[in-house]
C-alpha cells in the first residue's frame, strides 16, 4: 500500500508485482522529465527520460506516462525486485533564470520511497 | 566514460574551517550543478555552470563560492559554514541545453557526505 510519512512517502510492494509511483510536477512549460532511483549513501541515478511531445516511453522493465493536461507523471516498474528498493524521484527541466541565459535547470519531485517486499 | 566523480566521499569540518569539494567529468559535458541534499529531502539546485560560465545561483549564501576552472572541473569552495550546511553535496553533469534539441540526460556523481560541527 501507500502511505505518507513525515518526509517522505512509502509504497511498499510484493517481489513479483508491478509498482506505479506517481509525480506531480509544477511548471507547465517544462518540456523534458527525467526518472532517478537513488539508493542510500548514493547519488541519483538515470533509470528513464521522456519529452513533452510523448506520452509514453519505456524501458526495460520500466515505463513512463506522462500527462500533461494535469502535469502528471508515473513510473511504472514491472516485475518488482528487491534490486528495486530506494528513493525514486522525478525531475522536470525548466527554463532558468534570467530567460536569455539558455540554461535549464532540473526541479526534483519529493520522492517515493520503494520497499520492496519478499 | 560516463562517470562523473567527486572527492571526498566524506568530510568533517569546524566552522572556522575552508575547504573545497571537487567534481570531475570527462563526457564532453558543458553544463555542471551542485545540488544539496537533506536527508529524506530531494536534491536542491544551488549553481548551474554553463560553458564555464556561472549561469544560475539559486541564492545561495556567499560561504558557499562555485568554481570551473575548466570544462571538466567543478569546485565548491566552504568557509566559515554552519551546524545546518551538513548535507549530501551532489554534482551533476548534461549536455548544454542550448546545444541539443532532444534529450539531456544529466549525470550525477556519488556525492560528498559533509558534516560541519
Not at chain 1, 509525480?23 to 519529452?51: H, T, V
Not at chain 1, 511531445?53 to 502528471?72: A, I, P, W
Request: charged content about 20%.
Amino acid at each position: 500500500g501507500e502511505s505518507v510519512g513525515l518526509h517522505l512517502p512509502t509504497l511498499s510492494v510484493q517481489e513479483g508485482d508491478n509498482s506505479i509511483i506517481n509525480c506531480a510536477y509544477s511548471n507547465s512549460a517544462s518540456d523534458y522529465f527525467i526518472w532517478y532511483k537513488q539508493e542510500s549513501g548514493k547519488g541519483p541515478q538515470f533509470i528513464i527520460d521522456i519529452r513533452s511531445n510523448m506520452d509514453k516511453r519505456q524501458g526495460q522493465r520500466v515505463t513512463v506516462l506522462l500527462n500533461k493536461t494535469v502535469k502528471h507523471l508515473s513510473l511504472q516498474i514491472a516485475a518488482t525486485q528487491p534490486g528495486d528498493s530506494a528513493v525514486y524521484f522525478c525531475a522536470e527541466n525548466t527554463q532558468g533564470l534570467p530567460l536569455t541565459s539558455g540554461t535549464y535547470k532540473y526541479i526534483f519531485g519529493t520522492g517515493t520511497r520503494l520497499k520492496v517486499l519478499a | 566514460d560516463t562517470e562523473v566523480t567527486q572527492t571526498p566521499k566524506h568530510l568533517v569540518m569546524g566552522m572556522t574551517n575552508k575547504k573545497s569539494l571537487k567534481c570531475e567529468q570527462h563526457m564532453g559535458h558543458r553544463a555542471m550543478y551542485w545540488y544539496k541534499q537533506k536527508a529524506k529531502k530531494p536534491p536542491e539546485l544551488m549553481f548551474v555552470y554553463s560553458y564555464e560560465k556561472l549561469s544560475i545561483n539559486e541564492s545561495v549564501p556567499s560561504r558557499f563560492s562555485p568554481e570551473c576552472p575548466n570544462s571538466s572541473l567543478l569546485n565548491l569552495h566552504l568557509h566559515a559554514l554552519q551546524p545546518e550546511d551538513s548535507a549530501l553535496y551532489l554534482c551533476a553533469s548534461s549536455q548544454d541545453r542550448a546545444r541539443i534539441a532532444t534529450y539531456n540526460e544529466q549525470f550525477f556523481g556519488p556525492g560528498t557526505r559533509l558534516t560541519v560541527l
